[in-house]
């Protein structure tokens, strides 16, 4: 499969929201109560918060395509500190979205090569990620060599207390 990641430009925001949005409601709708994600869509997924990004230099946002059908989204931050992390030295994976009728077909994993070209690219020694403890993502982290570092939770406000419990997890690049 033709796989290419684009960078998000202003032209490009509303795809990437578009995408993100649905492959984000098609994985992601049960954590919520009633169904709601506005809260992680108006902290995440909105016209302001991704111009916000894109005038970030340490803020990298891709459209997944498959030849020239987005099929997802990618985002990454340079930079950032949790925990033991040094700041200078990794890539925080905010996030590989990708739409429920993708998955299972490779992407994921040319998106995680992508995300280690780009971190050994940028001369970084470690490449991060929050992830849900329930789901297939956890899994799918561990198989491709990330290792739980410690416990957190997702903060945002009406996230259902069952599925609020997440990991951190590392990856020396």
């Not at 998000?8 to 990437?16: A, D, L, P, S, W």
């Amino acid at each position: 499969m033709d796989i290419t990641f684009e960078p998000v430009t202003k032209k490009t925001i509303e795809t990437y929201i578009a995408v993100g949005k649905c492959s984000y409601i098609e994985h992601y709708l049960h954590l919520w109560k009633n169904g709601d994600p506005t809260p992680f869509f108006e902290e995440n997924l909105t016209h302001e918060v991704i111009e916000n990004s894109l005038k970030d230099p340490n803020q990298k946002l891709f459209t997944i395509n498959a030849k020239t059908t987005p099929v997802g989204i990618l985002h990454l931050s340079l930079d950032t500190e949790e925990g033991h992390f040094l700041s200078p030295k990794n890539v925080l994976l905010n996030k590989i979205y990708l739409l429920k009728a993708q998955s299972g077909k490779g992407i994921g994993k040319e998106s995680l090569d992508f995300v280690q070209e780009f971190a050994e690219d940028a001369m970084k020694k470690v490449i991060w990620l929050y992830t849900m403890k329930k789901g297939k993502a956890l899994n799918f982290y561990l198989t491709h060599g990330f290792t739980i570092v410690k416990e957190t939770e997702l903060w945002l406000p009406n996230a259902k207390e069952a599925e609020r419990p997440m990991w951190i997890l590392s990856r020396e690049v």
